[in-house]
């Protein structure tokens, strides 16, 4: 099943590494954002399938992101892509309906793992 | 007056970052689709001040990654590699992503604070998992420059009188290339000894 994705994160390269693997794997990205902010308004424009979502952003962290979106749409499926997988992070992360964490760096295969679950 | 840890204390914390050590060399390995061993490291503990005195004069050309964590724990990472040694991971990254980061604007940039980014998250990982606190890193800053500049940038405006720095001596080999990397943690002693002492560490 091809799934509309929007990537948040503040990286460039992660951002490009996840378009080509997305689009290798059949999925569509239907917008990138760089904040907190611009994720929150894309994702109530662009009303993905699925939002790939790191921790780290420039103006709010992605656990309140996560909270944002699920507030909006509480059946969004949201999956964390992240350097940081601190066990209280990854608890709460669980706790807001995160359906995965995938640690950066993964390969293709973990990603494709993890929008399985989302599938 | 700097407070000092107590060699139990020292112990603990030295432990925590010997095993992010080990953690972001994983990681490193992953990014460049190659093994990295740990050719040597060196943990030191110094005042923010004497950081600053040493580099004053050092105008040794240095690429930085400055993250800073506001949370429960306020922390402070540098990461810190040469020029040389930033453009040859940037180039182990790049082609192991076959090619596919060559499209972006500036991949060293790119490439480098995120290689920092995933680097310092090593580290900070095991310290907040070891002290049973959880630490959200801000987005990384990149700094170029000399070696003094960088280090006034990042690690400057820190208290002297109550602010520590563990400084991190990390020194890779990989069958592509060898790098090295240094790393510093601006920590306020005070409040590591407390959560140390909450997570019955010392």
Redesign the interface.
């Known amino acids: 099943m091809s799934l509309r994705v929007l990537v948040v994160d503040d990286s460039s390269m992660y951002r490009e590494l996840l378009k080509v693997m997305l689009e290798g794997l059949g999925h569509t990205l239907v917008g990138e954002a760089e904040t907190g902010a611009d994720a929150v308004a894309q994702f109530a424009s662009a009303k993905p399938d699925l939002v790939t979502l790191d921790i780290s952003l420039p103006d709010m962290d992605g656990l309140a992101v996560l909270r944002e979106i699920r507030r909006s749409n509480p059946r969004a499926k949201v999956i964390l892509v992240t350097g940081n997988d601190q066990g209280k992070i990854v608890a709460q992360a669980r706790t807001l309906g995160a359906l995965a964490l995938l640690v950066k760096p993964f390969h293709v295969e973990q990603l494709e793992d993890a929008l399985k679950k989302a599938a | 007056m700097l407070l000092s840890f107590s060699d139990q204390e020292r112990t603990v914390l030295h432990g925590f970052v010997e095993a992010g050590i080990a953690l972001s060399s994983e ?1 490193l390995g ?2 460049t689709k190659a093994r990295w061993d740990i050719v040597s490291s060196s943990v030191e503990e110094l005042p923010v001040a004497k950081i600053l005195a040493t580099f004053r004069e050092d105008d040794y050309r240095a690429c930085g990654v400055h ?1 800073s964590s506001r949370s429960l724990l306020p922390v402070e990472v540098l990461l810190l590699f040469t020029e040389a040694g930033a453009r040859d991971v940037t180039g182990a ?1 790049v082609e192991a ?1 076959g090619g ?2 060559k ?3 500036d991949p060293q940039a ?2 480098i ?2 290689v920092g ?2 680097l310092g ?2 580290v ?2 095991a310290l ?2 070891g002290l ?9 800053r990149l700094l170029k420059g000399p070696r003094s500049e960088v280090l006034c940038q990042s690690i400057g405006s820190f208290d002297a009188d109550k602010d520590a720095v563990i400084l991190l001596r990390i020194d890779m080999s990989s069958e592509k290339l060898a790098s090295g990397c240094g790393m510093a943690l601006v920590l306020d002693v005070a409040l590591i000894r407390r959560l140390l002492q909450n997570a019955q560490l010392a």
Request: glycine share 4%; no cysteine; aromatic share 0%.
């Open positions: 990681k992953q990014l993250l990254v992503s596919v980061l499209k972006l604007a790119a490439v604070s995120e980014n995933i998250q090593g900070l990982k907040a998992d049973n606190i959880s630490l959200i890193l801000s987005s990384p």
